[in-house]
């Protein structure tokens, strides 16, 4: 299992979501993948979870990828949100 702890950057400028475009992000890999921010943990490939996460710049998210590519998994996730 992998994990690391990112700071959220800036809101996406893009027209779909940015939480959209994070969930296709994760649903791109086969690991299990999880984002966590103080007590609550979501699935990352889940549209409704990650709406349940608040996402504000500055905040401290723990990535968690559990599978075959969790080490590409958590740096492409760590790259989107920090971005």
Known sequence: ?????VTVGSP????????????QLACQ?????????GTRKVNAKSIMGMMALTLDKGMQVT???DGTDE?????????????
Do not use: G, H, R, W
């Open 1 to 5: 299992m992998e994990q690391k702890t």
């Open 12 to 23: 996406s400028k893009e027209k779909i979501s940015p939480i959209a475009k994070l969930v």
């Open 29 to 37: 890999f086969e690991s299990a993948i999880y984002l966590e921010n």
């Open 63 to 65: 990535i968690y990828a």
């Open 71 to 83: 080490d590409v998994a958590v740096e492409k996730m760590e790259s989107y949100l920090a971005s």
